[in-house]
């Protein structure tokens, strides 16, 4: 990790790049900020233009949805154009490639984005979305499941790899056409095509990872079912039982219904209900024992299929908060210095520490100081939100409350009460640890005004007497004062134990 030195640098420059992705029922462009781990979006713009409408019975893409897919397109081309985009990664899915008017409409896409579309093979795009998914989650372990509007992509990943995959003409859309509007034919149809992926038992105890705006849609009606407090949809997760009451919901639903629900849009909600049920379905052949919602798809597969095997192999979750180190405070090199000053006395004794303990814990410390440009009486409820609201990746939904509890203790004081709502999503200990690290921050901040080069020379230890010592050497002996004292003091009462400060004799 390069350290860059404090904010009187410039922050890093990136130069952003596009996806544009052309699906069954929607065109969408991405731009991220740059190729790069942990690649954050800049803009963002979906277009449900419905390609794939009446494709099944008809085998030519919609009149209506070429239209108004060309017309997006050359939008795309102008806002691509605008935010200087360095590259562009542009793809097309199910409709495309098997419509008898496919080759026309891609020719006219391309001509309207004035850029070469690539048509993803069934193989490719099933490939792409489980590079999405470990991208997003590293250690995912179960089936990937991307419903477009055209196809069902399955792959079984595990140990960062992926295994068997099929794709499976299970879209929304196609099914609409397909059955008629029956959903009992619907589900003979899903039926059928689950029981020739002769691979699903497999899934029977592991996790669903669902890709997909239809799925995506149907974790957001279970969030707000449940009143659940964290608004990201990105690493959700949901009982299988729970999954398959709200499946069996919504597959029973009509649109008009749907929209008194949630905040559905029109096209969305023709489509949800065979979206929910074949979920349904899948969830009961299947049998997974939980469902967790992915943000990551086959955009970011894409970017991440781009990387080397060691690129691929950093962790998102450090990459992301070191460019946030980078870009909002003080010092970034304070932040990794602070790594290693905490590590002084977390990870050992009564702090002992998991490796995902010690993950957050760095994570943490990449976040400690990103409020600092806002009113003090606002940090700590703007770092909160900041945090728990990230595009982050690579971190459950526990986590992330730890972490955006942590930077909230640091400016708020560790003392300061949390929400119930929220302090209910993280495992035992967890509250603790988020209080116990703030006030080590809040006590690092104090003695080094956030300046790198101090924390290194300081001495931190909770002796066998259980006195948290702290060791400043001749020369920092000045350092001492009471905003230190007191902090020190507040660490020391978290752990339970005595405190003194030791002036180290000259050498």
């Known amino acids: 990790m390069k350290a860059a030195t404090d904010y009187r640098e410039r922050p890093p420059k990136f130069r952003p790049v596009g996806v544009v992705d052309i699906g069954s029922n929607s065109v969408r462009l991405v731009i991220y900020d740059s190729q ?55 793809v097309a899915t ?35 979305a489980a590079y999405g998914v ?24 595990r140990r960062g790899e992926q295994t068997n995959g099929v794709t499976l003409p299970l879209g929304p859309l196609r099914l609409m056409d397909e059955s008629g509007g029956s959903m009992i034919k619907a589900r003979k149809i899903i039926d059928q095509h689950l029981d020739d992926a002769d691979f699903l038992d497999a899934l029977k105890g592991r996790t669903l990872y669902a890709v997909g705006g239809t799925w995506r849609n149907l974790g957001r009606l279970h969030m707000g079912q449940q009143a659940y407090p964290l608004h990201v949809i990105h690493g959700y997760q949901i009982a299988r039982g729970s999954a398959e009451t709200l499946a069996d919901f919504v597959a029973g639903l ?6 008194g629900v949630g905040p559905i849009s029109r096209n969305r909600a023709e ?17 997974p024992d939980d469902v967790v919602i992915s943000a990551w798809g086959v955009r970011e597969g894409l970017l991440f299929s781009k990387f080397n095997r060691k690129k691929r192999a950093r ?58 440009r806002t009113p003090t009486d606002y940090r700590g409820d703007r770092s909160f939100n900041i945090v728990s609201q990230a595009t982050f990746v690579g971190v459950d939904h526990p986590g992330r409350v730890f972490l955006a509890l942590t930077v909230y203790f640091r400016y708020e004081g560790p003392s300061s009460t949390a929400g119930k709502e929220l302090v209910a999503l993280l495992a035992d200990g967890m509250l603790e640890r988020a209080r116990q690290l703030a006030a080590a921050f809040r006590l690092a901040y104090v003695l080094t005004a956030a300046m790198p080069g101090l924390l290194p020379q300081i ?40 405190f003194k400060i030791v002036i180290a004799p000259k050498t």
């Open 36 to 90: 790069r781990r942990a690649a954050a979006p800049v803009f963002n713009e979906k277009v449900l233009c419905g390609l794939g409408r009446g494709l099944a019975k008809s085998g030519q893409l919609s009149p209506e949805g070429v239209e108004r897919a060309l017309t997006a397109l050359a939008r795309f081309r102008t806002l691509c154009r605008a935010i200087d985009t360095d590259r562009i990664y542009a």
């Open 94 to 128: 199910a409709a495309a490639r098997e419509a008898t008017n496919g080759k026309e409409f891609v020719a006219a896409a391309q001509a309207a984005l004035s850029h070469d579309i690539q048509v993803l093979s069934g193989k490719q795009e099933a490939r792409l």
């Open 134 to 157: 470990l991208g997003g989650i590293p250690d995912a372990d179960g089936f990937v499941g991307d419903l477009g509007g055209g196809s069902l992509e399955l792959v079984d990943v």
């Open 254 to 259: 009509t649109p008009a219904t749907l929209h």
């Open 271 to 287: 489509t949800l209900p065979y979206g929910a049920l074949v979920l349904q379905r899948l969830l009961d052949m299947g049998k």
């Open 315 to 372: 962790d998102p979750l450090m990459a992301a908060c070191w460019d946030f180190a980078r870009r909002h405070s003080r010092s970034p090199s304070h932040e990794i210095e602070l790594c290693d000053w905490t590590s002084l006395v977390f990870g050992t004794g009564k702090l002992k520490e998991s490796d995902e303990d010690r993950r957050l814990r760095y994570a943490a410390c990449m976040l400690a100081d990103i409020g600092w």
């Open 459 to 498: 001495g931190l230890a909770v002796t066998r007497s259980k006195t948290l010592t702290l060791t400043l050497p001749d020369k920092l002996k000045d350092l001492r004062g009471e905003a230190v004292d007191k902090r020190l003091q507040q660490f020391a009462d978290l752990l339970g134990c005595k």
